[in-house]
Structures are given as structure tokens and as C-alpha cells.
């Protein structure tokens, strides 16, 4: 199995591209005292990536261990894609593996692609103490995935710890946490439009313009500009 892995890196340094790499670093905000600062790109597209996840999903649990912790960008996005294909047919070990290694899923698209998948899917009928913890966590990633996580439990109508969370990462102070608050909340909106507004009937005065934007985005246009007048 270890050449399988070797396979794996081969293939994805001969589908380099340092031009779209390059693209992919600035994109992702890999300067100094950016949230991605220090992330290494190689140029892969994700449509490349998907293929390459469903070649190698044989991949051992030790192998992609290896792989999710890699410091390239697509190397762990392609272990994050794999881990998703392998968690319904042995979720406990995946889930492990996605919180021990959690310190490599350290950008929004790592999160997004992989958070409400593994972490949501695992915690749907189990205690989420551990997506509070994360909530109010100093680490950024750690509090995207407590509120992405929970599109896992929106999707089986559950709507209660996305509100308890969105409502804890309200004073959050950075941009990205905001964007992903609103997302979940526009998820509830979706299926439960009566359920959202009782959310913002309590919050949009308070909360971060981005969060409240998105989390509207889906309302009627009358009802976005009077909560757009409360904040």
C-alpha cells in the first residue's frame, strides 16, 4: 500500500501548475500576517483533484494520515476528499483522524469541503460538546468548522446548535467566521424561513454586517432592506 501513496504524489507533482499556484496563493492570502500565511500551492484544480480522490481512495488510514498533514494545499484537500469517501464505511476512524489532524485543515475551503461531511455527519446522533468547545476556540478554523459542521444536522431538519452557535460567534472578530455563520443561517432560511427571521428578530441588530448580509441573501427584497435598517 505505501506505493499507492507514492502513486498518489507522484501524480500530483507531474499535474503541477506554478502559474495557477501562484493564482492559488494570492486567492487564498499566503502573505505574511494573512490567514493563509505560509500555505504552499501547487496548482491544482479541484475538478482534477475530485478524480484524483476517487483513483486513490484505497488509501490506508496511516497513509492518509500522512497526507492530510502534508504542507502542500491540494495534498491535504485531496486527503479531506478521500477521508469524505471512506467516513460512511468507517466513521469512527475518520473522525478521529479529521480532529486529530485538525491543525492541517487550516483554510476555508479544507473546512467547507470536509467540516459538515465528517464532523456534522458523526456528531448527528451523538453529544456536540466538542463544536462548543471549537466555538470558542482561539483557533479560526477550528471555530469554521463548529458552525459548518452543523449544515450536517440542518439538512435532518435540527436547526437548535447552529442558532446557539451563530449566536456565539456574533462578537467573533474575523470576516470568514461571519460569512459562515450567515451561510448556516441562510441554510435554516431555506427550510424554515419562520425559524431564521426569529433568529434575526433577536439578532440583526447586532450582528456583523457580512453575517447578516449573507444570512439574508435568499430573503424577499423588502425583508433584507428592513433588516439591512436595523443593523
Known sequence: MATLLASLTREVKSLSDPER??????????????????????GLTMPVIRVLAKKYRALSVAELTTL???RVHE???????????RYPHDPDAIYTLYLTSRRYINNWDLVDVSAS????????????AVLYQFAKSKNLWERRIAI?????????????DTLTIAAILIRDPH????????????????????????FLAKHARTMP????????????????RQYLSRS
Open 209 to 224: 454586517r457580512t453575517m447578516l448580509r449573507s444570512a439574508i441573501e435568499r430573503l424577499p427584497e423588502r425583508k433584507q
Open 21 to 42: 499556484a501562484r493564482r492559488s496563493s494570492r486567492y487564498f492570502k499566503t502573505k505574511k500576517g494573512d490567514y493563509g500565511h505560509g500555505d504552499v500551492f501547487i
Open 68 to 70: 492530510v498533514r502534508s
Open 148 to 160: 459548518v459542521a452543523t449544515a450536517a444536522f440542518i439538512a435532518h431538519g435540527d436547526y437548535a
Open 117 to 128: 461531511k465528517i464532523v456534522g455527519d458523526y456528531l448527528s446522533t451523538r453529544p456536540r
Open 75 to 85: 495534498e491535504r484537500m485531496l486527503a479531506l476528499i478521500i477521508m469524505t469517501l
Open 175 to 198: 470576516d470568514l467566521i461571519h460569512k459562515a455563520a450567515g451561510w448556516m443561517l441562510r441554510e435554516v432560511g431555506k427550510r424554515d424561513q419562520g425559524v431564521e427571521e426569529a
